[in-house]
């Protein structure tokens, strides 16, 4: 098509090119000869026409094209604005959700943190209340194992008095054996 709309184009200009020299010769060298001057004007206002259609033609062609080619861009652009604009508002929405999870999320963390403070307190004072006690049944039982002790202590005294003593006797009663026995020995 487009081989032949060149092809017109120059068979057109080239024709009205010449019938256009032949005309201006003819009235040049011969101005009574008006019949064929017209017939020539003719040719060059049907080759005007032929050559201003098939430029328009080709303006037209080239518009057309250009336009369906800024429908196609236009197409092309509404539907990556569309494409765009969804993913937008998919984005808002995740990040909305994302943003109130967080939310819940802080809060759960600082309420799990005050429980965690009031579970450590209550610890601590179950800690200090067990330590307490700790320390009372130490000191109860130190008492008692100063008083056994004491008594222990007493107990022995006691004991190794009586036992002195009666190691005392047992040694008096073996001094006086051995001198009881040193007077019935002697006399032999």
Do not use: W
């Not at 017109?8 to 101005?31: D, E, G, Q």
Request: some cysteine; hydrophobic content about 40%; glycine content about 4%.
């Amino acid at each position: 098509m487009k081989q032949k709309l060149k092809t017109n184009l120059l068979i057109s200009s080239v024709a009205m090119m010449a019938a256009l020299m032949t005309m201006i010769y003819l009235i040049a060298t011969m101005p009574g000869r008006i019949g064929l001057i017209v017939a020539f004007g003719l040719i060059v206002v049907t080759d005007t026409y032929f050559l201003a259609d098939s430029i328009i033609r080709k303006v037209d062609e080239i518009a057309n094209r250009s336009l369906d080619k800024q429908n196609e861009l236009t197409k092309v652009e509404k539907g990556l604005y569309s494409v765009a604009k969804r993913e937008e508002i998919s984005l808002n929405q995740k990040l909305e959700s994302l943003i109130s999870t967080v939310e819940e999320l802080k809060a759960d963390n600082i309420r799990l943190n005050d429980e965690l403070i009031e579970q450590q307190k209550l610890c601590t004072k179950l800690i200090m209340k067990k330590n307490q006690e700790n320390m009372v049944r130490v000191v109860n039982s130190n008492d008692r194992i100063t008083k056994q002790v004491l008594q222990l202590s007493g107990d022995n005294k006691l004991a190794a008095s009586e036992t002195n003593e009666t190691l005392l006797n047992i040694h008096r009663s073996l001094e006086g054996e051995r001198s009881n026995s040193k007077i019935t020995r002697m006399p032999s």
